[in-house]
């Protein structure tokens, strides 16, 4: 687990899928009305600027909906794929066209991964994220055990994952959790609708 970094861009599999992934993009802007419609509310006001997020999640065409909406309220967003073969590299392609940066590729090793996950906490100016958006804990569990001098500015967490939030538990009981975290995936909407609704459509479309 590599714990020595220097910030790149941006590392992906193939560029020249980003005309096909923003294709893709666009049709998932017409499923994803609640994401377009914080972008249309907030846009112009900027709440999140000065949110500086580091993503662990599923580089698929629905994350980078999200992520362009980040960007759009006003965060600097860092983002790498929270499993090695979850990656959908046309649309890490057109994130990373779009001059966003994102770690993430189909297949990564063992090696990569941890690497890609690094790259997250390397903002502009030798700054580290404020906020961290996780699935499964990996890059919660990452900054504490190899970057612990950026848990001060790091203002909360955010975990969607059973796994993730079994994580949490434990490190709480462990006293070793240093920065606040919200457990989203005991959330209403994410344990009565996505759960639901959300999974068993994601297994039909698969």
Same mark, same amino acid.
């Given at each position: 687990?590599?714990?020595?970094?220097?910030?790149?861009?941006?590392?992906? !599999?193939?560029?020249?899928?980003?005309?096909?992934?923003?294709?893709?993009?666009?049709?998932?802007?017409?499923?994803?009305?609640?994401?377009?419609?914080?972008?249309? =509310?907030?846009? !112009?006001? =900027?709440?999140?600027?000065?949110?500086?997020?580091?993503?662990?999640? +599923?580089?698929?065409?629905? @994350?980078? *909906?999200? #992520?362009?909406?980040?960007?759009?309220?006003?965060?600097?967003?860092?983002?790498?794929?929270?499993? #090695?073969?979850? @990656?959908? &590299?046309?649309?890490?392609?057109?994130?990373?066209?779009?001059?966003?940066?994102?770690?993430?590729?189909?297949?990564?090793?063992?090696?990569? %991964?941890?690497?890609?996950?690094?790259?997250?906490?390397?903002?502009?100016?030798?700054?580290?994220?404020?906020? #961290?958006? &996780? &699935?499964?804990?990996?890059?919660? =569990?990452?900054? +504490?055990?190899?970057?612990?001098?950026?848990?001060?500015?790091?203002?909360?967490?955010?975990?969607?994952?059973?796994?993730?939030? +079994?994580?949490? %538990?434990?490190?709480?009981?462990?006293?070793?959790?240093? *920065?606040?975290?919200?457990?989203?995936?005991?959330?209403?909407? !994410?344990? =009565?609708?996505?759960?639901?609704?959300?999974?068993?459509?994601?297994?039909?479309?698969?």
């Amino acid at each position: 687990m590599p714990t020595s970094l220097v910030a790149e861009k941006h590392k992906i !599999k193939d560029i020249s899928l980003a005309e096909w992934g923003r294709q893709e993009i666009i049709l998932a802007e017409n499923e994803m009305p609640g994401l377009m419609a914080l972008r249309e =509310k907030y846009g !112009k006001s =900027k709440p999140l600027k000065g949110a500086r997020i580091s993503g662990s999640l +599923h580089m698929t065409i629905q @994350t980078a *909906v999200l #992520i362009e909406t980040l960007i759009e309220l006003g965060a600097e967003v860092r983002w790498a794929s929270c499993n #090695i073969f979850s @990656t959908q &590299d046309h649309a890490a392609a057109a994130i990373a066209k779009a001059g966003i940066p994102v770690f993430a590729w189909k297949g990564e090793t063992e090696d990569e %991964y941890w690497w890609c996950t690094g790259q997250t906490l390397l903002f502009d100016n030798d700054q580290g994220p404020n906020m #961290i958006l &996780d &699935d499964g804990g990996d890059l919660t =569990k990452y900054v +504490h055990d190899n970057h612990p001098e950026l848990l001060p500015g790091i203002q909360g967490i955010t975990e969607e994952t059973t796994t993730g939030v +079994h994580h949490l %538990y434990k490190m709480i009981q462990d006293n070793s959790l240093k *920065v606040p975290a919200m457990n989203v995936n005991d959330s209403v909407t !994410k344990s =009565k609708f996505d759960n639901l609704y959300g999974c068993r459509e994601s297994l039909a479309d698969g």
